[in-house]
């Protein structure tokens, strides 16, 4: 009887509590539909979870992991099986890896901003950590290729900040620096303390860069915590400060007010190509011990970033009063009444400012949200006209069409996404 082959067995060690970890599982499980399958371990985990004890008596074929820690690196390499590397904080110990183009990454970023008209940058990211600096560097070095220059947060020299920011970075789902199981990671109160310390001086940053101006953050979870600081100085986003992060944490992207632009990262390449590498070293075959690095595959364009840049203070809280009540059915003249100036002032500022008047700026704003509406959701054009702030329902046909080219229902035919 001819028997049966054993299918290889291989641990992940990916994340799977953010979207970033359980794409890269997806294309992880693409290349095994596409080719032999293998027999699979993976557990509910985040990134900077410890390792379970069973792993040292393991015996298997393969391992894909991002893991955090040197005591981590040295544990799975020392059980001698062919071990691919999905983490760009530890590059530098002699395994084949397949990581984000974190520089690739940060040019996107530099170019989104100058695309929106921005003259001034800056960046906060999480300073030690490989993969944020890359990301910062690259940003600041295209933002001074395009002539530009770029801040960047630190937090100021002294005993809580020098014992505080690893542990707002852990809270924000970054990789501790000690693999200690002694350590609780559920010291709620103590991260607490810690970010409300930082948030301090990152509100008091914030409020020093000169405005309009566009922040990249090296992830998601670091975009959350500026908007938070911007919010506590009461900062308005995007009108005066841009916010762009990474990874499109698309749950933490929409809770985010205003909702976050970002950019996505190619997570499931990076799953596919970095199995197709496995499986030739678990065959017995030579392979490149080099770095591979996956740029991303785009930006996703939310409302932290939908700003037309304007250093008039007086037009800049005009605008955050369009993006929050345009969809209201906002006026010129309620919008008049508000800013408590003439109708013919404050045209003058949109004009000169902006290029553009104040009833442009307020339909373009109805538009945008109606392009939301009809993209992911299957209300009825009545009820989204209604929703926008316009009182008729064929005015706010004719009105889409002018401003886009395409009817409503021709819009979300070619633009839906399914829901």
Excluded at 21 to 39: A, D, F, H, S, V
Excluded at 208 to 220: E, I, K, M, Q, T
Excluded at 248 to 272: M, Q, R, T, W
Excluded at 325 to 339: F, P, W
Aim: include cysteine; proline fraction near 5%; aromatic fraction near 8%.
């Amino acid at each position: 009887m001819e028997q049966i082959p054993i299918s290889p067995r291989v641990v992940l060690f990916v994340e799977t509590s953010t979207t970033f970890g359980r794409k890269l599982l997806g294309g992880i499980g693409q290349y095994m539909r596409e080719n032999e399958p293998w027999t699979v371990y993976v557990e509910p985990r985040s990134m900077y979870d410890s390792l379970s004890d069973w792993i040292s008596n393991w015996h298997g074929s393969g391992i894909l992991s991002r893991l955090v820690t040197e005591e981590q690196i040295r544990l799975v390499r020392g059980l001698g099986v062919p071990f691919v590397d999905l983490n760009e904080t530890v590059a530098s110990h002699g395994v084949p890896s397949v990581v984000n183009d974190n520089s690739a990454i940060g040019e996107l970023a530099a170019e989104h901003f100058f695309e929106l008209g921005l003259k001034h940058f800056a960046f906060v990211g999480y300073p030690g950590f490989l993969w944020s600096d890359q990301r910062g560097l690259a940003f600041s070095q295209q933002v001074q290729r395009r002539g530009g220059s770029c801040s960047s947060f630190t937090l100021p020299s002294g005993k809580d900040s020098h014992e505080n920011p690893l542990d707002v970075a852990r809270l924000n789902r970054c990789p501790p620096v000690t693999n200690d199981p002694s350590t609780p990671h559920s010291s709620q109160r103590y991260y607490r303390t810690a970010w409300e310390n930082e948030r301090e001086h990152l509100a008091r940053w914030l409020k020093s860069l000169p405005r309009p101006v566009g922040l990249f953050a090296c992830n998601d979870f670091r975009a959350l915590s500026v908007l938070d600081a911007c919010h506590a100085a009461r900062i308005l986003v995007p009108e005066q400060i841009s916010v762009l992060g990474v990874d499109d944490e698309d749950i933490i992207c929409d809770l985010c007010d205003p909702p976050l632009s970002s950019i996505v990262p190619n997570a499931k390449a990076i799953g596919y190509t970095a199995a197709a590498l496995l499986d030739r070293l678990m065959k017995g075959e030579s392979v490149s011990w080099e770095q591979k690095r996956i740029p991303p595959v785009r930006l996703i364009h939310r409302g932290s970033t939908e700003v037309l840049a304007s250093s008039d203070p007086v037009v800049a809280e005009a605008l955050s009063i369009i993006r929050r009540y345009a969809s209201r059915g906002l006026s010129v003249e309620e919008l008049v009444r508000r800013m408590c100036l003439s109708r013919s002032t404050l045209q003058r500022k949109f004009q000169n400012s902006l290029g553009r008047g104040m009833h442009e700026i307020i339909t373009t704003a109805k538009i945008d949200r109606a392009k939301v509406l009809l993209t992911e959701t299957n209300l009825s054009r009545l009820e989204i006209a209604r929703r926008c702030g316009f009182e008729d329902e064929n005015y706010f046909s004719v009105s889409f069409r002018e401003m886009t080219g395409f009817s409503p229902r021709q819009w979300r035919l070619k633009n839906a996404t399914g829901f």
